[in-house]
């Protein structure tokens, strides 16, 4: 029996040894696996902001993670961790052997796993290198990467990297998306109730989830707040009023989303210099305004449905017609709005920037400004009468005999009530008269690609996105001072630093007083002219409507004295709309519904264009006429009248 004995101690010794000598063999084997949670760098929510720092967007690809550091989590948060899921924390090593010992008796007694002892350093490792099954292979190899991370990082780098890890149901990882997603709260505010919630979330996120469980999280939370009283970390007080509450939870969509195209032009625009954009944790500003943003959504929406109800009998006249929308600020060219499409959840195309078409008469007022720096005044005369121009296309000899949209002549006609009127043979002689070459020499500065070299840039014929456009008509909205579109201003990088700025571009163009001419005139076009559907009261609007042939595309390009808007519609087949569809019809009413909206909600706002000096006014037969040192006004046709000048 002594002989036995001894034998047997032998053994257990030496099982002892080996096991012992195994596990640290394994130790060293799989210590290294640590290495991404020590340099841990996980997939980062990138936000979207606009100018006034309202969210626009959260973009990820995967994960919706939103990382925070150790030093922004509240203490707070960190007692109610410990005290839910590892009391001994700070205390044990990485595993916890009386809490080991404790589940394996209650194991043994079931003849199955059915209790973890899992310390937070655990729960880490199984949650981001491991798998979740439970074999005792993978437990012994949960504990040694649980004692080697503690032996690598201190307790608050565990907790940094457990806090941005853990899923916490509802598709938010890390705490702080899950506070900013159920609470819309920073952790700072967060109260002690909330901090609960999400602390019991991550033992089981989806029957814990508040927004499709709420009992369920309510009693898990209580029970986080129980475990904080008997440790005697809260007192009696503080346990009664938080056990009571009873927080609101939002249940939003992870993205949130508000201005999808805006985001989808942003990302586009950004992504070749930061590849990593969705995932890399990037923080972006914008120049657009939330505010903006939903009022041009409401504008463009009812022009839509407007054009949808009018032809509601058609299925074909509807079913491929959309829109497109940009606001800008007048003094900058900033993109304070930008819509794509009238639903971006029926499609995802972008029309503002993507799409380009025909501008037609929209074009116009660049042709004219030309004349007006050349010397012409808004009271110069120019023949509104057919011409047949013959001209040669490869081994073929063709005509070509435009007409006015109303198909009618005016004679001699002036600048201004050509312009007002949109007539197309008025501009086409206007062009002729002025030259191609000496047109296309005056708006070289634009860089506008592919400009006609015939008389057809007389009727718009060029591809131009809204967006473009809407950089166009900034050297009118800002008189003389042409601006790029700017939709981003600055870029940080996970840790907070500016890894990019993007300045205002601006080129000062034309003078003040010319350009203030074309304004006079393109306030009048909207006074009494074509665009007529987008007068505001009280509020000086000034644009020109666009329609190409066939009413394939319609526009109005319009600016108040702070802001521009530039209006699209159109098939997305480049199939005519229905007759008698016009820029004046379909977008000129858009134009009205936002400017309407907008005077509303900011009466600070300017009424009335500020004339520059250098811009003279006459009284002749009755009417104002203006005039300036490059545009004096054309001599009299009749006997001279009594004429009174104003400075």
Request: with cysteine; aromatic share 10%; glycine share 6%.
């Amino acid at each position: 029996m002594k002989y036995i004995w001894k034998w047997s101690v032998r053994l257990v010794v030496l099982a002892s040894l080996v096991l012992f000598g195994y596990l640290v063999w394994l130790y060293f084997e799989v210590s290294h696996e640590v290495e991404p949670l020590v340099h841990y760098n996980p997939p980062k929510t990138t936000q979207v902001f606009d100018r006034k720092g309202k969210l626009l967007a959260n973009v990820f690809e995967k994960e919706n993670r939103l990382y925070v550091t150790y030093d922004k989590i509240p203490g707070r948060l960190i007692e109610a961790l410990v005290a839910i899921e590892d009391t001994l924390f700070f205390e044990h090593h990485g595993v916890n052997p009386e809490a080991i010992f404790r589940a394996l008796i209650k194991d043994i007694k079931a003849r199955k796993m059915v209790e973890g002892a899992s310390t937070l350093t655990q729960q880490l490792v199984k949650s981001t290198l491991l798998s979740r099954e439970k074999k005792l292979e993978r437990k012994i190899k949960e504990a040694l990467l649980s004692i080697r991370l503690e032996q690598v990082l201190t307790k608050e780098e565990i907790l940094e990297r457990y806090l941005n890890a853990v899923f916490f149901g509802h598709g938010y990882y890390g705490i702080r998306t899950a506070a900013s997603g159920y609470f819309h709260k920073d952790l700072d505010r967060l109260s002690l109730k909330e901090i609960a919630i999400l602390v019991g979330l991550p033992k089981a996120p989806s029957a814990y989830d508040p927004t499709r469980h709420y009992a369920n999280a309510m009693a898990r939370a209580n029970r986080v707040l129980e475990r904080m009283k008997a440790l005697g970390w809260i007192d009696e007080a503080t346990f009664l009023k938080e056990i009571k509450a009873a927080p609101r939870v939002y249940d939003d969509t992870l993205t949130k989303n508000s201005a999808p195209y805006v985001v989808d032009a942003v990302v586009n625009k950004l992504k070749s210099d930061f590849p990593d954009i969705r995932y890399g944790g990037y923080t972006i500003k914008t120049t657009v305004d939330l505010e903006y943003q939903e009022m041009a959504r409401a504008a463009l929406k009812s022009g839509y449905d407007a054009y949808v109800k009018r032809h509601a009998k058609d299925n074909n006249l509807t079913k491929v017609f959309n829109g497109a929308m940009v606001v800008l600020d007048s003094a900058s060219g900033d993109v304070r709005a930008m819509l794509g499409g009238a639903d971006y959840a029926k499609s995802a195309f972008n029309r503002a920037t993507s799409s380009k078409r025909q501008p037609g008469s929209a074009f116009k007022p660049f042709i004219y400004q030309v004349a007006l720096n050349l010397g012409y005044n808004p009271e110069s005369k120019i023949p509104d009468i057919a011409r047949t121009y013959r001209f040669e296309e490869g081994d073929t000899k063709k005509l070509w005999q435009p007409k006015n949209y109303e198909k009618d002549y005016k004679g001699m006609i002036t600048l201004r009530e050509a312009l007002v009127h949109s007539r197309n043979l008025a501009t086409i002689n206007l062009v002729n008269e002025i030259g191609i070459s000496t047109l296309h020499k005056k708006l070289k500065v634009f860089g506008i690609k592919d400009l006609p070299y015939n008389l057809s840039i007389a009727l718009g014929n060029i591809a131009l996105s809204p967006l473009e456009m809407a950089g166009l008509y900034s050297v009118f909205a800002d008189m003389g001072t042409f601006h790029k579109p700017r939709l981003v201003t600055q870029v940080f990088d996970s840790s907070g630093r500016q890894v990019a700025y993007f300045k205002s571009e601006s080129q000062k163009v034309w003078p003040k007083p010319q350009v203030y001419l074309m304004v006079d005139m393109l306030r009048d076009v909207v006074r009494r002219g074509t665009g007529r559907n987008a007068r505001v009261r009280g509020m000086d609007v000034a644009g020109k409507t666009g329609t190409t042939n066939n009413s394939v595309d319609t526009w109005f390009c319009s600016f108040t004295p702070d802001v521009e808007t530039i209006v699209w519609f159109g098939n997305d087949d480049n199939t005519p709309l229905a007759p008698h569809e016009t820029g004046g019809r379909t977008a000129a009413p858009v134009v009205r519904h936002f400017y309407r909206n907008l005077s509303n909600r900011h009466p600070e706002f300017k009424r009335e264009f500020e004339e520059p000096k250098g811009v003279y006014h006459v009284k002749r037969g009755g009417r104002d006429l203006l005039y300036t040192d490059i545009s004096p006004l054309p001599a009299q046709e009749s006997a001279p009248v009594n004429e009174e000048i104003l400075f």
